[in-house]
């Protein structure tokens, strides 16, 4: 697919291509990944993809999409099935079909692309071609609750938030669901707290309400949860 991004700093509109990316993009994807990360001043919230992971995915454990604008990459989105560490996120959310359990992993827009949508536009193609397969029950993916861009592409894509713990080596994560099955199901409460109100926000997804929409005034965010 393709469409137009502004560069932030020179304010020029570039057009811009969204493919799949192979084994021949692996040097520019961690250089891109160590690039952003380098440069993260919160890295608690982004989780290096690894070399490993890369491969596994181009040799048809999951898919990598990339943006590309004048043969660079300026963005990447990557999915994962079958790995242990889907496997082990599918057990965790007591999910009995783990072989039909897609893991949506890190993503990363380089900085003068950002607030372009790309991200979002990538998260609906990764979801499209999940889609498309339909051997999969449930996509999982975890985010940092300080991740705001991250819990609105996620949300606006159908995810549901579900539980928050800390999870790699003790770093604080929504665990978020979307269900293929499209099972529906009806809302009787309504809830919504601030962004930031971990203690009261786990206690509820405990109770079973699950996150569904960020909401936006001058001073924060909110969540507005639903059971
Ligand atoms: C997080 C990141 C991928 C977002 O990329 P992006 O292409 O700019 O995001 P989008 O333009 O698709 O934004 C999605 C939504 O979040 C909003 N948003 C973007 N940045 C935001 C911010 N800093 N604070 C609040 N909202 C933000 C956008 O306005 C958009 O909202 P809308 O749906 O109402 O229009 C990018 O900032 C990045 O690469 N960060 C570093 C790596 C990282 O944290 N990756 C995510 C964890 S894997």
């Known amino acids: 697919m393709t469409g137009d991004a502004i ?35 919160n890295k608690d919230i982004y989780e290096k993809i690894t070399e490993f992971e890369l491969i596994d995915a181009f040799s048809g454990n999951g898919l990598c999409l990339g943006t590309i604008i004048e043969k660079q990459l300026v963005a990447f989105r990557i999915l994962s099935y079958g790995d242990s560490e889907t496997i082990e996120l599918a057990k965790d959310c007591n999910i009995k079909e783990i072989h039909q359990v897609a893991f949506i992993e890190a993503t990363i827009v380089k900085k003068n692309f950002r607030g372009n949508s790309l991200q979002k536009i990538m998260m609906k193609l990764t979801m499209d071609y999940l889609k498309k397969r339909r051997k999969f029950k449930y996509a ?3 985010v940092s609750p300080k991740n705001i861009a991250s819990i609105k592409s996620l949300l606006a894509n159908g995810f549901k938030l579900i539980k928050l713990s800390k999870m790699y080596k003790g770093k604080l994560r929504y665990v978020c669901s979307y269900d293929f099955t499209n099972k529906v199901s009806n809302k009787e409460q309504t809830t919504t ?22 909401i936006i005034d001058e001073n924060s965010f909110y969540i507005e949860f639903s059971k």
């Open 7 to 41: 560069n932030a700093d020179t304010h020029k509109k570039y057009e811009y291509k969204i493919i799949k990316l192979n084994y021949k993009w692996l040097d520019k994807i961690l250089c891109l990944q160590d690039l952003i990360y380098d440069n993260m001043q």
């Open 140 to 142: 999982l993916s975890t």
């Open 193 to 214: 707290l601030k962004f930031d109100d971990y203690e009261n926000i786990h206690n509820l997804l405990l109770d079973g309400f699950y996150g569904e929409r960020v």
